[in-house]
């Protein structure tokens, strides 16, 4: 459209460019994110470049494909039953039920954790393999909950096993351990294992 216009001043002609301008759709990422979704920009060298993006190919395929186990031992695992059905299907979410925690990546731990259930739940936690996150549900899970003063409940799982996310209520619903499980999954974009034994 320009070269049609010809002699015409150059202020005018950038008017005219402005104006007939189509406006584009967004490209921008969110704010901290690359064109490609990656966390990881501050890259200095090709090297690092690289194991930042072999860290994002790691990261999606890990946070895509969450095959956790179900240790639940109270009322809470009603929610998480009901978060599997197919109201709210968390198939869809790349989260896949396993029944042996030599094949999980995740495990739910919902309802009242006793001493004599303590050491089964670390022998658990042990026999994943590594890459593991675990998913602390409702409050019995989280501190002891309504059975926080009795003898025989640990106050909290994160006492025997490292938690990565809490989700709390009593019982949590399924809409928050979808929102749980979206969370482990912003965190699990965010690692950088590759780039930690590329830096020693």
């Known amino acids: 459209m320009l070269s049609r216009v010809a002699g015409a001043p150059t202020a005018a002609l950038a008017r005219l460019a402005s104006t007939q301008a189509t406006p584009a759709l967004s490209s921008e990422a969110p704010k901290g994110m690359g064109k490609t979704g990656t966390p990881f920009l501050n890259t200095s060298s090709a090297g690092e470049y690289a194991v930042a993006r072999l860290d994002d190919v790691m990261n999606m395929a890990q946070r895509t494909s969450i095959w956790p186990l179900t240790f639940g031992l109270a009322c809470c695992a009603v929610e998480m039953m009901h978060f599997a059905a197919p109201r709210y299907d968390m198939d869809r979410y790349g989260v896949v039920f396993r029944a042996s925690p030599r094949q999980c990546?995740?495990?739910?731990?919902?309802?009242?954790?006793?001493?004599?259930?303590?050491?089964?739940?670390?022998?658990?936690?042990?026999?994943?393999?590594?890459?593991?996150?675990?998913?602390?549900?409702?409050?019995?899970?989280?501190?002891?909950?309504?059975?926080?003063?009795?003898?025989?409940?640990?106050?909290?799982?994160?006492?025997?096993?490292?938690?990565?996310?809490?989700?709390?209520?009593?019982?949590?619903?399924?809409?928050?351990?979808?929102?749980?499980?979206?969370?482990?999954?912003k965190k699990i974009k965010r690692k950088r294992e590759a780039q930690l034994w590329y830096r020693r």
């Open 105 to 185: 990546d995740l495990i739910f731990v919902a309802g009242t954790v006793t001493n004599k259930m303590a050491p089964a739940l670390r022998r658990v936690y042990d026999q994943m393999p590594e890459a593991k996150w675990v998913i602390s549900m409702g409050s019995c899970a989280n501190g002891g909950g309504y059975y926080h003063y009795a003898y025989s409940v640990l106050r909290g799982a994160d006492r025997v096993i490292p938690v990565d996310i809490y989700v709390p209520g009593c019982p949590p619903t399924a809409e928050a351990l979808l929102y749980g499980v979206l969370q482990l999954q």
